[in-house]
């Protein structure tokens, strides 16, 4: 984020973490951060991964390819370190050696880390539902626009939110750029955030944008 950005997510830190999940965030997760990965092969990114049941669901699907999950909130990242690694010994398990953590913003990882993805998901952004917060929403045209730019060719971002109402203004959003969208006959992908249903529907919508 080289200019101020509006911020698109609420809070950073949430009640106090445990022993362990701290310990992780000091001692583990610095080894888990996106470095020296430009030229790497299949590279998938999950943004606001939450507490990352997707993201270790994707590491295992797609052991060949580098997973990149970016989340500010830290009692996520923490979450995510936790479910990782050994609970004795802090090493990251085998089945999970392909994760990296960008805990932050992803656009200020934009800024630092020219790669292109195969897959970039965003699954149940915050929907900033009122009307004043709708800036705060990140799908907008100009970042859907962005994340065109990051994609390898025959790329997809992968797109599903429970929120009817943001789904309808992410897919309006998607006109005003060049990204072609679809809609997959797609069977719910289970998150926190897919489970929590705030929004009270019946089931997530699911979006492809291509190039
Ligand atoms: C409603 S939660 C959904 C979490 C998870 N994907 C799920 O389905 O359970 C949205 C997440 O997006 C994250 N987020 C919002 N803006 C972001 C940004 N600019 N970069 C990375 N993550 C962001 C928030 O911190 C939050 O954890």
């Given at each position: 984020m080289?200019k101020?950005?509006?911020r698109?997510?609420?809070?950073?830190?949430?009640?106090?973490?445990?022993?362990?999940?701290?310990?992780?965030?000091?001692?583990?997760l610095?080894?888990?951060?996106p470095?020296?990965?430009k030229n790497?092969?299949?590279?998938?990114?999950?943004?606001g991964?939450?507490?990352?049941?997707?993201?270790?669901?994707?590491?295992?699907?797609?052991?060949?390819?580098?997973?990149i999950?970016?989340?500010p909130?830290?009692?996520?990242?923490?979450?995510?370190?936790?479910a990782?690694t050994?609970?004795s010994?802090?090493?990251i398990?085998n089945?999970?050696?392909n994760?990296?953590?960008?805990?932050?913003?992803?656009?200020?990882m934009?800024?630092?880390l020219d790669?292109k993805?195969?897959?970039?998901?965003?699954?149940h952004?915050?929907p900033?539902?009122?009307?004043r917060?709708?800036?705060?929403r990140?799908?907008?045209?100009?970042?859907?626009?962005?994340?065109?730019?990051k994609?390898?060719p025959n790329?997809q971002?992968?797109?599903?939110?429970?929120?009817?109402e943001?789904?309808?203004?992410?897919?309006e959003q998607?006109?005003?750029t060049a990204?072609?969208?679809?809609?997959p006959?797609q069977?719910?992908?289970?998150?926190?955030?897919?489970e929590k249903n705030?929004?009270?529907?019946?089931?997530?919508k699911y979006l492809?944008?291509?190039?």
């Amino acid at each position: 984020m080289e200019k101020q950005e509006i911020r698109t997510f609420g809070r950073r830190h949430g009640k106090k973490l445990s022993p362990r999940k701290q310990l992780l965030l000091e001692t583990v997760l610095p080894a888990f951060l996106p470095k020296n990965i430009k030229n790497a092969g299949n590279l998938i990114l999950e943004i606001g991964f939450g507490n990352g049941e997707h993201v270790r669901d994707l590491a295992i699907r797609n052991p060949e390819s580098i997973i990149i999950g970016a989340e500010p909130f830290m009692n996520g990242v923490a979450a995510l370190l936790s479910a990782i690694t050994n609970e004795s010994t802090n090493e990251i398990m085998n089945e999970y050696k392909n994760i990296r953590i960008w805990p932050d913003d992803v656009r200020k990882m934009f800024n630092e880390l020219d790669a292109k993805f195969n897959e970039i998901w965003v699954l149940h952004p915050d929907p900033w539902p009122k009307a004043r917060h709708e800036k705060r929403r990140l799908l907008n045209a100009d970042f859907l626009s962005v994340l065109g730019t990051k994609l390898m060719p025959n790329g997809q971002i992968i797109i599903g939110t429970d929120h009817w109402e943001y789904f309808d203004w992410i897919v309006e959003q998607s006109k005003k750029t060049a990204l072609n969208a679809s809609f997959p006959a797609q069977s719910v992908i289970h998150t926190r955030y897919a489970e929590k249903n705030m929004a009270k529907t019946t089931e997530p919508k699911y979006l492809i944008l291509s190039n």
